[in-house]
């Protein structure tokens, strides 16, 4: 039993953690309510790979994560990084926005350590619940030496992702989280089958440094659509915002009167990011917008909502906008 690697479960909520009045409630339920040492205890396949140590480190439905849970849980992770006694790392959280929180943690934990983020789409108490099997997963994958250094994980439904690259694709189904470009592997009956690697910079090779980070400046997203109005960019400048994610259409296309109300941000010092809506592909720089001209910056592969995250953690750093684009092209 000592023998077994140290895993160490952070709880923060979610459907993995989530309960249903009946067995039929798959979709219908409370999240967040089953603590960690119940979700341990409830899957004792777990000691066959690890030692365990559960931790609950808020208990939240995960479209209610905010900057200050980002901060909190990857301080926490990062000192977990450093005891010598800890092999790697799980945690537990919900759906909804568990691609920011392991982009995010991907981007300022500065360890070669595994870390692996996990859900569920059912809750525990429904039939078919996926929860436990994507968590024994998790704890294999964190367990494994060979997850080591590749960025932190995600294992949802068998695969094995990319924090930066996987995303919430489908919201009624099991096989809910996809990557444009593909998983990293499977995880099969605690075994990782390997098949690419992430080529992005990320935790060891990152330029950022949780412990260096105090606070993330206000970073917000704007949509684009038919008939798009100014109101919410005029808002958010007048709210102080640093950056603006523009989640355009197609290639990032912007509307005519949105050119013009995002040309008076930047004027006033706001960093303007061009995305798109389009759940694949990527925006190309000074296509469909004179991106030079107007000194904006190109969201590469990122979906506005992860374009956030690294806008906030960039500009902890960067001062411009060429540092801004550089950083959006290598992370
Ligand atoms: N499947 C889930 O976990 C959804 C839930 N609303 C959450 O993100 O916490």
Do not use: C
């Not at 994507?134 to 080591?148: C, E, G, M, R, W």
């Amino acid at each position: 039993q000592a023998a077994k690697p140290h895993v160490v479960v952070l709880a923060t909520g979610g459907t993995i953690a989530g309960a249903g009045a009946s067995t039929l409630n798959s979709v219908t339920y409370v999240a967040a309510k089953v603590p960690v040492e119940k979700l341990l205890a409830g899957l004792p396949e777990l000691a066959s790979v690890a030692r365990l140590t559960g931790e609950q480190v808020f208990q939240t439905a995960s479209e209610s994560f905010n900057n200050e849970h980002l901060l909190t849980l990857a301080r926490r992770v990062s000192a977990l990084t450093k005891q010598a006694d800890v092999d790697g790392i799980v945690i537990t959280h919900g759906t909804d926005t568990l691609e920011e929180t392991a982009y995010f943690l991907n981007l300022v934990v500065h360890s070669a350590k595994p870390i692996v983020v996990v859900g569920s789409m059912r809750p525990g108490t429904a039939l078919s619940a996926d929860g436990a099997l994507n968590l024994y997963n998790a704890v294999s994958v964190a367990a494994s030496q060979d997850a080591a250094g590749k960025g932190v994980l995600v294992t949802m439904n068998d695969e094995i992702q990319s924090g930066r690259d996987v995303a919430k694709s489908i919201n009624i189904k099991t096989e809910a989280f996809k990557s444009q470009w593909g998983p990293l592997g499977m995880v099969v009956e605690g075994r990782n089958y390997w098949f690419r690697a992430p080529v992005k910079r990320h935790t060891v090779h990152s330029e950022f440094d949780i412990d260096a980070i105090e606070t993330l400046p206000a970073v917000d997203i704007v949509y684009g659509y038919g008939n798009m109005n100014t109101t919410g960019i005029e808002a958010y400048g007048k709210a102080g915002v640093k950056a603006l994610i523009h989640a355009g259409t197609g290639n990032g296309s912007v509307a005519a009167q949105a050119v013009d109300a995002l040309k008076a941000l930047r004027a006033q010092g706001v960093q303007i990011v061009r995305s798109s809506r389009v759940p694949d592909g990527f925006v190309l720089r000074n296509a469909e917008q004179p991106d030079d001209k107007y000194d904006w910056v190109v969201a590469h592969d990122l979906r506005p909502q992860k374009a956030r995250i690294l806008a906030m953690v960039a500009l902890t750093k960067a001062r411009d906008s060429k540092e801004l684009q550089r950083i959006f092209w290598e992370y």
